[in-house]
């Protein structure tokens, strides 16, 4: 059995963002339940920040219906890629000013947390998809 690659990568996307949504969230609120230290909360808001960003990002590249452009169907995700990448830096220059309000360990790990569950999420899922198909004429036109 084959599905287009708009389905393939739809589900992508919508399981990219649910993960990119909920685990910054579930990290943010463990942090403030587990102590009442500024600079953790600061540190795990930011870059719960970030990860939602790249979240949004990448399944808005990936909701794209590469069916009408088939011949740039694979770079979807070297898209995606590419602006988390440019999210990562641009992030990381900002949180220069605001250091000594932020928790590094704490930065870090939710940071890494974030995007680790989120290429996982895409790669999984785009992985596990059965033989993908372009086609090449409109489903209406069938």
Same mark, same amino acid.
């Given at each position: 059995?084959?599905?287009?690659?708009?389905? #393939?990568?739809?589900?992508? +996307?919508?399981?990219?963002?649910?993960?990119?949504?909920?685990?910054?969230?579930?990290?943010?609120?463990?942090?403030?339940? +587990?102590?009442?230290? $500024?600079?953790?909360?600061?540190?795990?808001?930011?870059?719960?920040?970030?990860? #939602?960003?790249?979240?949004?990002? $990448?399944?808005?590249?990936?909701?794209?219906?590469?069916?009408?452009?088939?011949?740039?169907?694979? %770079?979807?995700?070297?898209?995606?890629?590419? +602006?988390?990448?440019?999210?990562?830096?641009?992030?990381?220059?900002?949180?220069?000013?605001?250091?000594?309000?932020? %928790?590094?360990?704490?930065?870090?790990?939710?940071? +890494?947390?974030?995007?680790?569950?989120?290429?996982?999420?895409?790669? #999984?899922?785009?992985?596990?998809?059965?033989?993908?198909?372009?086609?090449?004429?409109?489903?209406?036109?069938?």
């Amino acid at each position: 059995m084959s599905e287009r690659f708009t389905t #393939v990568y739809r589900r992508a +996307a919508k399981r990219t963002l649910t993960v990119g949504l909920i685990l910054p969230v579930l990290i943010t609120a463990g942090c403030f339940a +587990a102590t009442n230290d $500024s600079t953790v909360h600061t540190g795990a808001m930011a870059a719960g920040g970030l990860v #939602v960003i790249m979240a949004i990002i $990448s399944a808005a590249m990936l909701w794209i219906d590469w069916s009408k452009r088939p011949l740039l169907a694979q %770079s979807g995700v070297l898209l995606s890629f590419g +602006a988390k990448i440019v999210v990562m830096v641009v992030g990381i220059l900002l949180m220069g000013p605001i250091k000594d309000q932020i %928790s590094p360990p704490v930065f870090f790990l939710t940071f +890494a947390t974030g995007l680790i569950a989120l290429y996982a999420a895409e790669i #999984v899922t785009l992985a596990r998809a059965k033989t993908m198909v372009v086609e090449t004429q409109p489903p209406d036109m069938r």
